[in-house]
């Protein structure tokens, strides 16, 4: 099934991608700890960073997918406004009048955004204000981290340009470039070879954003679909792009709103409370990245075929699936994640100047995220069934309340709970977000859940419950050699954490939550019938 296979594409590079940034986080934990510098600079990093997420991965994704996917597959519907017959062409020429006006529009919101960062800052990290020093350096930070952006949206429309014609692979592969810039600065960082951390590290983030660029573009020239771009204008095509994109910017990234919301909070609390949450993200961002933004990046397209073709029974049967490979995969992750955050923590960051205050700390964030780590999963599963019919309205309404909900939690919250409140009020706001996009789909009649997916998922939790427990007990019998110092933490880890594996998915053959043989087979089916899976 192509689904199956997209989502393999994409979710094995995403791994790669989330394991060298692993390494990154334990060099930065390592090198610089959780102060000052390491606050500044995830401040810093993470006000691109959003805004990528927002335009490009977002809203991009939510908008710019769809109407190319269509003019790919052209019906008799179209008008004469859409071109030729020649969709590809048509869809090619369409993603050109779309990158002259990103950007133009780009490169302006980034030299205004420089100029006013003093501003921002002061909006998105308030209780710096307090510490002239810590202040100044998150300004100068995200001056030099900003271009990154420009950057990243002109890469995620290359990106949406390769996964509609089925090519996922450079576009998933291409983040691993940041963290290899960004281990290298550690590393120089660390021998002395550039003095100041901060700066050096976002340089580091800029340069990476401009790498990331020039390999999405070499793939698509060398796929033969890279656009060519003319002047800037206004097209028909543009314009309902923008219509869509506005509203699809709150409605794709309303978790990144929420933890950025968390900053701002964050910024209010002891010193290291953002590093502390950064780093809990992080972790928790493994599954998050592996498995729901593959899902969402490899159903868009999909759907998007299959509602243009009047195919409905074939694009909820590909919901249907989705969820059921984001639940399958996601349910005992976040049952690990609730169950030994402290493991997880001490093996991955406590050494130099992580020490275990930071680790404590950081568990307890780890354990409030991973509450919400289904939710997270089914919000990219499920908002593609919205913007593949071009509605983009309904998720931002969604995503506005959730905002409000957020907020109101994590005052209520962050006083008993301090920095782990701010977690648990994301997570939780995640669940009401997923639980009602869920059911307005269902309400319109847009999706239902097959017998094969509701007999399921309750077998899915009982395995997951399984391996908490297992998980538990095997964390007990290992916390000697879990224990820092030792140089067998990392693979008393690896054995308790296979355990887990092994204990769910031999209780999902028994309690028939899934059949390896299945998505073996899913898995093994040749390339051709995605259409190809990318140079």
Known sequence: M???????????????????????????????????????????????????????????????????????????????????????????????????????????????????MPWIMSAIAPGFRDD??????????????????????????????????????????????????????????????????????????????ALQFAMLALAAKKAGVLPRVPRPRLTPGVRRLVVLMVPGVAGAGVVQINV?????????????????????????????GVIGVAVGIALLPLLSRQLKAGETEAAAGSMNRALEISLLLTLPAAAALIAIPDAIVVTLFERGAFGPEAAAATADALRAFAIGLP???????????????????????????????????????????????????????????????ALLLHRRGLFRADARLAGRVPRMLLAAALMAAALTGGALLLEPWLAPPGILRIPALAVLVGGGALVYFAAGQLFGAARLGEVTRLLRRPAAKTGGEGP
């Open 2 to 116: 192509a689904l199956y296979r997209a989502i393999a594409t994409v979710g094995g590079w995403t791994m790669g991608s989330r394991i060298l940034g692993f390494v990154r986080d334990v060099l930065i934990a390592n090198v610089l700890g959780a102060g000052l510098v390491t606050d500044a600079f995830f401040i810093a990093f993470k006000f691109p960073n959003l805004f990528r997420r927002l335009f490009g991965e977002g809203a991009m994704n939510a908008a710019f997918v769809p109407l190319y996917s269509r003019r790919l597959e052209r019906g008799p519907e179209d008008g004469p406004e859409d071109g030729p017959e020649e969709g590809p062409e048509v869809a090619r020429a369409f993603a050109g009048e779309v990158a002259s006006v990103l950007t133009l529009f780009m490169i302006a919101l980034t030299i205004l955004a420089m100029g006013a």
């Open 132 to 209: 002239p020093a810590k202040f100044a350096l998150t300004v100068e930070l995200g001056r030099i981290a900003f271009p990154y952006l420009l950057f990243m949206t002109l890469s995620a429309l290359l990106a949406g340009v390769l996964n509609a014609h089925g090519r996922f692979a450079a576009a998933a592969a291409a983040p691993i470039l940041l963290n290899v810039v960004l281990i290298s600065a550690l590393v120089l960082i660390h021998l002395g070879a550039i003095p100041a951390p901060g700066p050096g590290l976002a340089y580091g983030v800029a340069l990476a954003g």
């Open 260 to 288: 950025m919301i968390g900053d701002v909070l964050a910024s209010f609390l002891a010193e290291g409370s953002v590093s502390y949450l950064y780093y809990a993200d992080r972790v928790n961002q493994l599954p998050l």
């Open 375 to 437: 939710a997270y999963v089914l919000i990219k599963a499920l908002s593609p069934g919205f913007w593949a019919r071009e509605d983009t309205k309904t998720p931002v309404q969604i995503a506005a309340a959730a905002v409000i909900l957020n907020v109101a939690l994590a005052l209520a919250l962050m006083g008993p709970l301090a920095h782990a409140g701010i977690a648990l009020a994301t997570a939780v706001t995640a669940w009401a977000n997923a639980g009602a996009l």
